[in-house]
């Protein structure tokens, strides 16, 4: 999010004097002095290929074509596909394998898959049916249909000792002549980190939600009702017994009159409402032990307030942003209940999937997150569908929008939704802007895996622009529209607390910016100044909201000037490999301040140690 247009507009100017430079085409020598040393050094990866089944079937071999599939009787852990070995029900033997390279100088390799045992067997002591792990020549592990569970599990494994070599990560299921029983797998990662391991966290949790809401509207689009539920695993070693829902949104009201209104909840028991009506406790009807699956479900009334806001409808233009209550996280710090924010985000969740039904008036555009399927409903009105998998939040908007569409060169669908007043030329703009923005940032650091990328574009919003998974707000700026965009990644797939971290998502962001936009940023960190010893990058929300004047210049201004001279420490080469190989050891999962020092320190035989207090990122 950038916090105002005006600050915005003034940082782009300042920007464009300091760094109005193209990137060289080639590093420069004394950039890539330090590449031949850190090519011995182990850059953080995830790889496994595909590993959520969602790309096809290369680069697995399968044992017949039906064991990676999406037919019906079993379901994904995350996204529509997933690995579906035996339950046949006689003698059968289904396999799946894959070659991978654990690169050389990574100490630390860990194999993770979710798994799911269902069977029709009837014994408590008889292993009659068979699923083995193997990675090389060593069994990882052996399930059977003794470990029949209802719901995924997640295993995990320590690989490390096949640092630098190349081998077949394989699962082979077997059943005898009679009781079929099914062996799911799906999410299946291996991700390496260097000789410097980082600090080690708690498992975060509630795990894998997925999301499940139908909504209805009024004739205007600002007020909708429904239901939704939400399913969640407990992924801690700790027992679970509680859950909490984030109801953003009510920061906009207040707590004798909220815009989001839940009731009825089922699967659990509503406690009281905290931290200015936006944190919602859940008890849970029975403790869930660390692999077990709960549902809860409830009403849900969403009253939208006037104003040209992430949350609000300016006339007949309607946003629906942070609307639907998501859970909250639990990780090592215990819950994460942090207040609403204004001046930037205070979101923190986990990548989880959504299908979200909405029902309007026909004479209302929907653009929202995900893929959508808009389908008649009863007179004069139509059902959008939309389906998003892995993604940390979900939003919409609703009203009478010019609409055009484009496809990228890489071949991501855009769509920009204009209000009245846009000119056609300016949405124009935005969608080859759109277009560009989205090719340049999934070169950089991995494909764009959310289907189809809406814009709205209204120049009226006071904030300038913000970020949804698939779905942004935006003022007519082709540099506003290259950042949000940029957030797919940062925030969006590389995951981060938001509040807790802010320089995390938006200085990556401001960086991949101007890297999209040919800016060296050169020279910018000598104009840097700090206004008291207690400032730094890395500060949370709680410090900017206190100091809300420097909040832009220094988490976006020096955050990404800071990248700029971690670049040329590294080189470019170096320094590119850092942030794509990067982001691919953190796809859909959560980064912090710490893991990313790792990662850099693990790509340099430099001693960053003073780097990283000079640019006071301090983690």
Not at 75 to 96: E, K, N, R
Not at 388 to 412: L, M, Q
Not at 477 to 496: C, K, M, N, P, R
């Amino acid at each position: 999010m950038r916090p105002t247009p005006l600050k915005a507009l003034a940082r782009a100017i300042v920007v464009a004097a300091l760094a109005a430079v193209s990137l060289p085409g080639t590093p420069a020598a004394a950039e890539t002095s330090t590449a031949p040393a850190a090519a011995a050094a182990c850059t953080p990866a995830q790889v496994v290929t595909n590993g959520g089944f969602e790309s096809g079937t290369s680069p697995w071999t399968q044992s017949s074509t039906s064991v990676i599939t999406s037919r019906t009787g079993q379901t994904a852990h995350g996204g529509t596909t997933f690995a579906w070995l035996d339950g046949v029900g006689s003698t059968h033997t289904d396999t799946l394998s894959q070659s991978v390279t654990i690169p050389s100088g990574c100490s630390s390799a860990s194999l993770t898959f979710w798994l799911h045992i269902d069977t029709t067997e009837t014994t408590s002591s008889t292993a009659y049916d068979k699923l083995t792990a193997k990675i090389g020549s060593t069994t990882l592990a052996t399930y059977s249909n003794l470990n029949k569970a209802s719901g995924y599990v997640q295993k995990t494994f320590d690989v490390s000792a096949f640092a630098g070599q190349t081998v077949t990560l394989a699962f082979t299921g077997t059943e005898d002549s009679s009781l079929q029983t099914s062996f799911v797998l799906d999410d299946i990662a291996l991700n390496t980190s260097g000789g410097t391991t980082p600090p080690a966290d708690s498992t975060r949790t509630p795990a894998a939600p997925g999301y499940t809401v139908s909504l209805t509207s009024n004739t205007s689009g600002t007020s909708w009702s429904g239901h939704e539920s939400v399913t969640f695993t407990n992924a801690s070693s700790t027992s679970l017994s509680e859950v909490y829902l984030r109801l953003w949104d009510n920061y906009h009201g207040t707590c004798s009159a909220m815009p989001i209104v839940v009731s009825n909840v089922s699967g659990g028991t509503a406690g009281s409402l905290s931290v200015a009506c936006t944190a919602l406790q859940i008890s849970l009807s029975s403790p869930l032990a660390q692999g077990q699956s709960a549902t809860i479900g409830f009403d849900l009334a969403i009253t939208v307030p006037s104003g040209a806001d992430r949350f609000g409808y300016d006339g007949a233009f309607v946003n629906i942003g942070n609307a639907l209550p998501v859970l909250a996280v639990k990780d090592g710090s215990g819950w994460h209940l942090d207040p609403y924010t204004n001046n930037g985000e205070s979101f923190y969740s986990l990548a989880a999937d959504f299908k979200v039904t909405l029902d309007h008036p026909t004479s209302l555009l929907v653009p929202a997150t995900g893929t959508s399927v808009d389908t008649a409903g009863s007179s004069g009105r139509t059902v959008t569908t939309a389906t998003a998998s892995k993604v940390r939040d979900f939003a919409w908007a609703a009203g009478p929008f010019s609409k055009i569409s484009g496809t990228s060169t890489a071949g991501t669908a855009i769509n920009i939704y204009s209000v009245s007043g846009i000119s056609s030329s300016d949405s124009q703009s935005m969608l080859s802007t759109a277009k560009s923005a989205v090719d340049a940032h999934a070169a950089r650091f991995g494909a764009y895996p959310y289907g189809e990328l809406d814009a709205v574009i209204d120049n009226n919003y006071w904030f300038g622009g913000m970020e949804y998974p698939g779905f942004v707000l935006d003022l007519v700026s082709t540099t506003a529209l290259t950042h949000e965009i940029g957030h797919q990644w940062f925030y969006g797939i590389v995951g981060d607390d938001e509040y807790n971290n802010p320089w995390l998502d938006e200085a990556f962001t401001d960086y991949a910016t101007d890297l999209a936009q040919g800016k060296t940023g050169t020279s910018c960190w000598s104009s840097v100044s700090w206004a008291s010893s207690a400032e730094n990058i890395t500060n949370s929300m709680a410090y900017w909201d206190a100091h809300s004047s420097r909040y832009s210049t220094v988490v976006y201004g020096y955050g990404k000037c800071a990248l700029h001279d971690l670049r040329r420490v590294l080189g470019d080469t170096v320094m590119a490999n850092l942030l794509k190989s990067y982001a691919t050891s953190h796809w859909y999962g959560v980064s912090t301040t710490a893991e990313f020092k790792a990662a850099a320190q693990a790509a340099t035989t430099t001693d960053l140690t003073s780097f990283w207090t000079t640019h006071r990122i301090v983690g």
